[in-house]
């Protein structure tokens, strides 16, 4: 087999499978589903967070000494929104390596290809990347994060796709079934998240992490009822004896003028300056770490 990096996979607000088909261009926004509780703007951008130099710091000042499998979300990187580094390389640069030494498994939101299935597989990829306006770097960037972490000791996982779930996500010649990815995603990234635990379990001596990287709905540990059968986050929690974490990680750039996020309870924070990683705590074991705005150059690119 060999790893493709064919995603980050559709991670976003919705409806219920069965409503979801006008909701199809909000669904590929990202974006996680709305907080249950209407945003105050004033009072949640003064709510207190805790400000941190880099990634690596805010991680280990983060994630509990007691957790068992963290679910890390982001929201990706498009050709169609700012181009800033992305969050993707930024987990593999800095967060990473500050949580390596505990973790044994990271599940990565891709899959794998088998040998037989490269036709199937490369045209329902193309589907994928076409409505997901998927950067081309996002190929490199997914395999340099599976090879760090290999590098790092750590077992890494990719989604198991079988031919009927390609006709499904992508049927040849129609457009890519979102309610079915996301449906097929959540179910993989869960069975693979319980496997691992158990796994591991059996071992005298394993390292007590195991995280999943992927988008920011997938982890979700309050998801809305809408969109509750496309998170993980219960089924990690049950098998880890309600150890799960749910970090998300923000950049602000690629959250800019989205009608949905701007719904979120931290969004408003987005609006004060930061020179730092701040990190917000959503819930019980659920966090948010905005990264700061990159800088802009004199003619007004980020840098």
Not at 61 to 80: C, K, N, Q, W, Y
Request: a neutral charge; proline letters at 8%; glycine letters at 4%.
């Amino acid at each position: 087999m060999r790893l493709v990096a064919l995603l980050p996979l559709v991670a976003c607000c919705g409806k219920p499978a069965q409503q979801v088909a006008p909701a199809h261009e909000r669904a590929l926004a990202d974006a996680r589903p709305t907080d249950a509780r209407p945003v105050d703007a004033a009072a949640h951008a003064s709510l207190p967070t805790s400000s941190y130099a880099d990634l690596a710091s805010a991680l280990v000042a983060t994630i509990p000494a007691d957790a068992r499998v963290i679910g890390f979300g982001e929201l990706h990187a498009r050709t169609d929104r700012a181009q800033v580094r992305t969050t993707l390389s930024r987990f593999t640069a800095d967060g990473l390596p500050a949580i390596a030494g505990k973790l044994s498994d990271l599940v990565i939101e891709t899959w794998l290809i088998d040998k037989g299935r490269e036709k199937t597989a490369t045209t329902a990829s193309a589907t994928v990347d076409a409505t997901m306006r998927r950067p081309i770097e996002t190929k490199n960037e997914i395999a340099e994060l599976a090879d760090a972490a290999r590098k790092a000791g750590i077992q890494p996982h990719a989604m198991r796709v079988t031919c009927d779930d390609y006709a499904r996500i992508a049927p040849p010649g129609k457009p890519m079934d979102v309610p079915a990815m996301l449906t097929l995603t959540t179910s993989e990234l869960g069975r693979i998240a319980t496997e691992a635990v158990i796994h591991r379990d059996r071992e005298p001596s394993h390292k007590p992490w195991i995280a999943l990287y992927g988008g920011a709905l997938h982890n979700d540990r309050f998801p809305d009822n809408g969109v509750a059968d496309w998170s993980y986050a219960a089924k990690a929690d049950a098998a880890s004896s309600n150890h799960f974490v749910e970090i998300d990680l923000i950049v602000p750039e690629l959250a800019d003028h989205d009608d949905v996020l701007a719904k979120q309870a931290w969004y408003p924070l987005l609006a004060v300056p930061s020179t730092t990683l701040r990190v917000w705590k959503r819930g019980e074991r659920s966090f948010v770490i905005l990264f700061p705005r990159s800088p802009v150059s004199p003619a007004g690119s980020a840098s």
